[in-house]
């Protein structure tokens, strides 16, 4: 069966500081893989996806960068973070064509002091 | 770019009662998704509805999606305490390997 890891599950870390959050993914081949942030209280915003190693797809510009090293692990970096950057990341994976549904990783929660 | 709008932000229902959220997309969509996130939780996939006109039914819960594609429903029939929380829809685009577009949710409130 496949299963989805993310770490650290929370995090405080001072504004300017750099980020790495690490998503790895067992179990299957080739996924599909994403980076989701949920604000407090609101709904998902897309990112980053990934269809293959080396390949990132950015929905959003920001201070916020992606890498995928391997075929089944997807980092989410900062050189420097901002207040902003606070929220609930959640990493998902899914079967390599348009149809699926993604099943998501427990989540990172960020606090940005 | 794509949106996917999502009404009611809250509902309060008495347990019992039923529920409905609605979802609309700024454009037509490939397929639909619904997931569910329990406070504290992350989102689990519900359903995925593809053909115009789909409905489907999982026990209490009723998924329809719109003849144009733009739109779809969630309905609880008599909600249970076990229903509580966050209800996504998410759209997919036509084409491209691209992620989900997910609406704002709709956080459900059950009063015993």
């Known amino acids: 069966s496949q299963t989805i890891h993310q770490w650290p599950a929370t995090l405080v870390q001072p504004v300017g500081s750099p980020l790495s959050l690490e998503c790895t993914v067992e179990?299957?081949?080739?996924?599909?893989l994403y980076w989701y942030r949920q604000a407090a209280g609101r709904g998902l915003q897309l990112l980053f996806y990934?269809?293959?190693?080396?390949?990132i797809s950015s929905e959003v510009p920001q201070n916020l960068s992606a890498s995928r090293p391997q075929d089944r692990q997807f980092i989410l970096s900062s050189k420097k973070l901002l207040l902003s950057d606070s929220g609930f990341y959640l990493c998902?994976?899914?079967?390599?064509?348009?149809?699926?549904?993604?099943?998501f990783g427990p989540g990172t929660r960020l606090t940005v002091l | 770019g794509q949106q996917v709008m999502q009404i009611p932000q809250y509902q309060h229902v008495q347990e019992g009662e039923d529920f409905t959220t609605y979802c609309n997309s700024s454009?037509?969509?490939?397929?639909i998704q619904w997931y569910k996130q329990r406070p504290g939780g992350h989102p689990v996939f519900l359903i995925q509805?593809?053909?115009?006109?789909e409905v489907k039914k999982q026990k209490r819960l009723t998924f329809q999606f719109g003849e144009a594609k733009k739109n779809s429903s969630l309905h609880i029939t008599a909600t249970q305490t076990t229903d509580v929380g966050t209800y996504f829809c998410?759209?997919?685009?036509?084409?491209?390997?691209?992620?989900?577009?997910f609406g704002k949710g709709t956080h459900l409130i059950i009063q015993p």
């Open positions: 998902a994976w899914s079967r390599g064509d348009n149809y699926n549904e993604q099943f």
């Open positions: 998410a759209g997919r685009g036509r084409g491209g390997a691209d992620g989900l577009t």
């Open positions: 179990g299957t081949s080739n996924p599909n």
């Open positions: 509805l593809v053909k115009s006109g």
């Open positions: 990934s269809v293959g190693i080396g390949q």
């Open positions: 454009t037509t969509l490939s397929n």
